[in-house]
């Protein structure tokens, strides 16, 4: 289903076209009172009319009788008066006026009633239906007297003005959608630069800002605060770091003169070095690649390396770590298999990309028993993004804890038996946020043999968006 372009869905179309709708109500309504104003003034003072000449013409009857109406209907309709008559007798025939008969409409409770006739115009055009307002009323004996007017040119004026309501509310109604239209569009434009600038601060340029158009409005104060937040940040982030990488190059290298002298003393101690000696060395290793990664992951989350992304189609490099993890899962008695699709296109930097995947199958090793199964896709999801994903027949994760397991140095295992600091999977995170990836954790599809759940661990690449070639 195609979805409705963005400014259409924003919170200010949706209150101009609720202000819009309530404005067309109130002109309709505003629009009603001046139909009610005009034509029904018009229908009120013809039945005003109607009623004087019934009471003048049942005068003539208190007068003289029904001689004295008949002979009032008479006069009456042959002087070309502007109403309609008609006077039956007691059997309902047509005693005088110029009505041929009864119409067949019900009157209201007041005895009024309209009703349609056929007025002889000209020659040229024959006779034509107009539309008249009666009144009837009851004479001694069952005599009926019916007075009429011709109302069809205030019957136009109506239909006039009841069309220019509907056409009034309607044109308020275009004109307020598409008012709300340009200011949304406005608007949502101002708001994507934003949300924009917030995205890039995700993924770790902390060196962006967000536009101004210096008109001292809402969104232009939003932009300056939030710049302001920014460069506090920027600032904060800063210190940070430059704390956190000097401690890390202080401690690194008398680390690694240690491990130098320690390198000399291995040497020197020929083939038989001393297990305290290659222990300790091992140590040493292992806290420099703490360090590294520490620094390394530091380095992501400023976004240094975002200058040297590439297209690259990620097939090739899937393959070959595939290859490095396939003989040493076998060896260890471990199923491992991939799924590779070719032809995807990714914006990334391979060496990052590398170690992400690395890292995932490397965790995904560690903690799968013998007789597991590990599986590597690479694949296009229904929604068009490249996912890379790693699953496995391991213990799993309980849901609650897998915000915790991204975390610098979090390990679930307490007893931290088995080799790793906790850095693997934070350092995935930040490689999957520098490239506006999704890192998604959930159940894997479980062990044949009952041993786990089994765990999933995808990085969700966004579309790439191609240029359109003019």
């Not at 070309?80 to 039956?88: A, E, N």
């Not at 009851?138 to 007297?145: A, E, I, V």
Request: proline share 3%; aromatic share 6%; hydrophobic share 40%.
């Amino acid at each position: 289903m195609k979805q409705l372009p963005a400014f259409y869905r924003t919170t200010t179309f949706r209150i101009t076209l609720f202000v819009a709708f309530l404005f067309a109500i109130s002109t309709f309504v505003l629009l009603l009172f001046v139909y009610q104003s005009t034509a029904g003034a018009l229908s009120r003072q013809t039945e005003n009319l109607l009623a004087q000449e019934i009471d003048s013409l049942t005068v003539l009857y208190r007068l003289n009788g029904i001689n004295g109406v008949n002979r009032g209907v008479v006069e009456r309709s042959a002087a070309r008066s502007p109403y309609l008559y008609l006077f039956t007798g007691a059997s309902g025939e047509r005693v005088s006026g110029n009505l041929n008969g009864l119409p067949s409409n019900a009157a209201d409770k007041f005895g009024f009633f309209g009703f349609t006739y056929r007025l002889e115009e000209n020659f040229d055009d024959g006779a034509v239906e107009h539309r008249a307002r009666a009144k009837l009323v009851k004479l001694p004996n069952n005599y009926l007297l019916l007075v009429a007017a011709d109302i069809e040119d205030q019957a136009q004026i109506a239909g006039q003005i009841l069309k220019a309501m509907w056409i009034g509310a309607g044109l308020i109604l275009v004109l307020g959608l598409l008012s709300g239209a340009l200011i949304s569009r406005r608007f949502a434009a101002r708001i994507e630069a934003l949300n924009a600038v917030a995205r890039d601060v995700i993924a770790g340029d902390l060196k962006r800002r967000a536009p101004r158009n210096n008109t001292n409005d809402e969104l232009d104060e939003l932009s300056l605060n939030l710049n302001q937040m920014l460069s506090r940040i920027e600032s904060l982030m800063a210190a940070s770091m430059y704390a956190g990488n000097s401690i890390a190059h202080d401690l690194r290298s008398p680390l690694t003169r240690m491990r130098a002298r320690l390198e000399q003393s291995i040497r020197e101690q020929g083939d038989n070095p001393s297990e305290l000696s290659l222990a300790t060395m091992n140590d040493v290793d292992e806290l420099l690649v703490i360090f590294n990664s520490i620094q390394r992951i530091s380095r992501l989350e400023s976004g240094e390396q975002r200058s040297v992304f590439q297209m690259i189609d990620p097939a090739l490099l899937v393959e070959d770590i595939a290859d490095l993890y396939g003989p040493l899962c076998e060896e260890e008695g471990r199923n491992f298999s991939h799924e590779v699709q070719s032809g995807l296109q990714i914006k990334a930097d391979q060496g990052l990309l590398a170690q992400a995947i690395s890292n995932l199958v490397d965790n995904a090793v560690k903690y799968t028993d013998t007789d597991g199964g590990i599986v590597l896709r690479l694949r296009k999801t229904r929604a068009g993004n490249v996912e890379i994903s790693v699953t496995d027949t391991g213990p799993g994760v309980p849901k609650e804890q897998r915000e915790e397991i991204i975390k610098r140095f979090v390990r679930l295992e307490s007893s931290r038996s088995k080799q790793g600091s906790g850095l693997g999977l934070s350092l995935v995170k930040a490689i999957a946020e520098i490239h506006s990836a999704e890192l998604v954790i959930e159940d894997g599809p479980g062990s044949n043999i009952g041993q786990g759940k089994g765990l999933r661990v995808a990085i969700i690449f966004p579309k790439v968006k191609r240029k359109n070639n003019k």
